[in-house]
């Protein structure tokens, strides 16, 4: 069974309140299950942070869609039950905090062997108290080449999950997009910077990536930078960014860039997108 001691973000022995902090956390998320099920905004807005509820909000407004009921439930049955999982760590930095859980998978590595699933929940003390403020799952191998269990890596968590100390202000509210579009970028050996009608999108490091085009698209003309930095000399790939209308169920590819020739830079395109 894989399980490791509970340990702050720098590795400092943990003082005596962490076993309290753990059950205080899974208490936290186990009120936010609770509140997705409900069905209600206003349910999980007490239980997530400013931030996430916030981007959340944000997220459907770009998309031209609203929080509804079933999305809410549908939150509850996509989350980790964690309590079914194998508590693995506690990781603390100041006012945010990460729970970690492992549970065998049903899959198997190419060799046969079983593979490992981590469940990771992040969580920041607010002036009301701990919030939810955002979770994502990981498969890996079960076992490392040494053969022991493979253990979880907070440094692979995306800059948004950081357990960094830092609490995030909620987002300014944005307005629905005009229409709603998808942007994809492929980007391995490179970070790739992508702004749209002067907005700008997450970077893309060394991976793909696919999100709701912040700002969303308009009719007619749409402005769009892209800057490429390559971070791998070794890579064989080359980068490219798509981005597609939302139609409803329906997409439809309105843009693509793959450099030929150069790669890196800063190179500042548009296309037209009619309705």
């Known amino acids: 069974m894989l399980s490791l001691p509970v340990v702050t973000a720098h590795g400092a022995p943990p003082a005596e309140t962490d076993a309290t902090l753990q059950k205080t956390l899974e208490s936290c998320w186990r009120n936010h299950i609770n509140a997705c099920r409900s069905g209600k905004a206003s349910a999980i807005q007490q239980t997530m942070s400013a931030y996430w509820f916030g981007t959340l909000k944000n997220n459907l407004a770009e998309a031209k869609r609203e929080l509804t009921g079933d999305m809410i439930r549908s939150?509850?049955?996509?989350?980790?039950?964690?309590?079914?999982?194998?508590?693995?760590?506690?990781?603390?930095?100041?006012?945010?905090?990460?729970?970690?859980?492992?549970?065998?998978?049903?899959?198997?590595?190419?060799?046969?062997?079983?593979?490992?699933?981590?469940?990771?929940?992040?969580?920041?003390?607010?002036?009301?108290?701990?919030?939810?403020?955002?979770?994502?799952?990981?498969?890996?191998?079960?076992?490392?080449?040494?053969?022991?269990?493979?253990?979880?890596?907070?440094?692979?968590?995306?800059?948004?999950?950081?357990?960094?100390?830092?609490?995030?202000?909620?987002?300014?509210?944005?307005?629905?997009?005009?229409?709603?579009?998808?942007?994809?970028?492929?980007?391995?050996?490179?970070?790739?910077?992508?702004?749209?009608?002067?907005?700008?999108?997450?970077?893309?490091?060394?991976k793909s990536a696919s999100a709701i085009v912040r700002g969303g698209l308009k009719r007619g003309r749409n402005t769009i930078t892209i800057a490429l930095v390559k971070i791998d000399k070794e890579t064989g790939f080359f980068p490219s960014v798509k981005v597609w209308l939302v139609d409803g169920k329906e997409r439809r590819e309105v843009f693509t860039y793959e450099p030929n020739g150069k790669i890196e830079g800063t190179y500042a395109l548009a296309f037209d997108v009619g309705r």
């Open 75 to 206: 939150m509850a049955e996509n989350g980790p039950d964690v309590f079914r999982m194998r508590f693995t760590r506690l990781i603390v930095n100041g006012p945010t905090a990460g729970l970690v859980y492992s549970a065998d998978s049903r899959e198997k590595d190419a060799s046969g062997k079983p593979r490992i699933e981590f469940a990771f929940i992040k969580f920041v003390k607010e002036a009301s108290g701990w919030k939810v403020d955002g979770m994502m799952r990981r498969g890996d191998v079960k076992f490392g080449k040494d053969g022991e269990e493979t253990r979880f890596n907070p440094s692979d968590l995306p800059p948004q999950l950081a357990i960094d100390g830092k609490v995030r202000e909620a987002p300014a509210a944005v307005s629905a997009a005009e229409l709603p579009g998808i942007l994809d970028v492929f980007s391995y050996g490179y970070r790739t910077l992508v702004t749209v009608n002067g907005i700008k999108q997450d970077p893309v490091e060394g």
